[in-house]
């Protein structure tokens, strides 16, 4: 996705992301996997120089790390700094973008509630 001039936001979860569905291996009965834990989600995201990125949980409790790769730089941030987020104003500031094109990678841990928000200031967020 590119990113518009102005703060953006990416929800991860939620109305438009749909549950997976699919079959149990063993019985072969149909299964949905609600929640969407253990999945991996991949966003390329350009347009992100200088932008900051925050995390906002919109469902409830939520604990997680969030792999990020910015050109040659790469890191994992633990969102909360290991406590669980509940409080949807409050958004922990996880990285200062350097290059156009960010690769994020997130994993909802167990117990964690979807939708969450990717945040992507311009300039410095108050």
Excluded: H, K
């Amino acid at each position: 996705m590119t990113l518009p001039a102005r703060t953006a936001r990416v929800t991860v979860g939620g109305a438009p992301d749909l549950p997976l569905r699919g079959r149990d291996a063993l019985t072969g009965d149909a299964q949905t996997l609600l929640g969407n834990f253990g999945v991996l989600y991949t966003l390329r995201v350009r347009g992100a120089r200088g932008r900051t990125l925050g995390f906002s949980t919109r469902g409830g409790r939520y604990r997680g790390l969030l792999d990020v790769r910015d050109g040659t730089r790469a890191a994992t941030r633990l969102i909360g700094q290991g406590a669980a987020l509940t409080d949807p104003s409050v958004l922990p500031l996880l990285w200062r973008a350097r290059t156009d094109t960010l690769d994020l990678r997130l994993v909802p841990a167990s117990g964690s509630n979807l939708p969450a928000a990717l945040v992507f200031y311009v300039g410095e967020p108050r």
